[in-house]
């Protein structure tokens, strides 16, 4: 489920391949920056859905633990390394957000709160997402979630801030776009 990748889906039916435009991601920011505002909100509640549901299904058939984290893992590779794009896919981060959202959805509320006012502050969304994700194994350590749990957390913080190296090297430089500007439309 995690390698179906809705952006390029959704690019795709508006004549746009979106891995050459942009930045070339097939995410929900980039998609809402190239093919629309609606494209790339359905891309979010889509690759949120590929973290979330695989996850609920899991704990709704009675897998363990373990099998359910490896459960949301294997969602969250899918995403960035899909079959159906040469694995070649996204961040990851919609999708993490739909696995933390059915194994912690308590401390994922708050972990939704620290992107919101990072992203109000910065109107950066690549550094709302890292700091996010560096910030998911902490909170949920802070919840008292297994170890299973908070580990899986860090693997996905550590794999989305590789998946933006290119995005903190702009960062570094000045040059990354600001959500809403005229540089990231």
């Given at each position: 489920?995690?390698?179906?990748?809705?952006?390029?889906?959704?690019?795709?039916?508006?004549?746009?391949?979106?891995?050459?435009?942009?930045?070339?991601?097939?995410?929900?920011?980039?998609?809402?920056?190239?093919?629309?505002?609606?494209?790339?909100?359905?891309?979010?509640?889509?690759?949120t859905a590929k973290g979330?549901?695989?996850?609920?299904?899991?704990?709704?058939?009675?897998?363990?633990?373990?099998?359910?984290?490896?459960?949301?893992?294997?969602?969250?590779?899918?995403?960035?390394?899909?079959?159906?794009?040469?694995?070649?896919?996204?961040?990851?981060?919609?999708?993490?957000?739909?696995?933390?959202?059915?194994?912690?959805?308590?401390?994922?509320?708050?972990?939704?709160?620290?992107?919101?006012?990072?992203?109000?502050?910065?109107?950066?969304?690549?550094?709302?997402?890292?700091?996010?994700?560096?910030?998911?194994?902490?909170?949920?350590?802070?919840?008292?979630?297994?170890?299973?749990?908070?580990?899986?957390?860090?693997?996905?913080?550590?794999?989305?801030?590789?998946?933006?190296?290119?995005?903190?090297?702009?960062?570094?430089?000045?040059?990354?776009?600001?959500?809403?500007?005229a540089s990231s439309q």
């Amino acid at each position: 489920m995690g390698s179906v990748p809705v952006g390029f889906i959704l690019g795709s039916r508006s004549g746009i391949d979106v891995r050459e435009v942009g930045s070339g991601n097939v995410g929900a920011t980039n998609v809402a920056r190239v093919v629309g505002k609606r494209q790339g909100i359905l891309t979010l509640i889509a690759d949120t859905a590929k973290g979330f549901l695989p996850v609920i299904l899991a704990m709704q058939l009675g897998a363990s633990l373990a099998a359910t984290v490896l459960v949301g893992a294997a969602a969250f590779l899918g995403h960035l390394y899909p079959i159906f794009l040469k694995f070649k896919g996204g961040k990851g981060v919609a999708t993490a957000l739909g696995v933390f959202l059915a194994v912690a959805p308590m401390a994922t509320l708050v972990l939704v709160a620290l992107f919101a006012v990072t992203v109000l502050a910065s109107r950066i969304v690549s550094l709302s997402s890292i700091l996010t994700a560096v910030a998911a194994p902490i909170i949920f350590w802070l919840f008292s979630y297994p170890p299973l749990v908070v580990g899986m957390a860090a693997f996905i913080a550590l794999a989305i801030t590789c998946r933006h190296r290119s995005n903190i090297r702009r960062m570094m430089n000045g040059s990354e776009p600001r959500f809403g500007s005229a540089s990231s439309q």
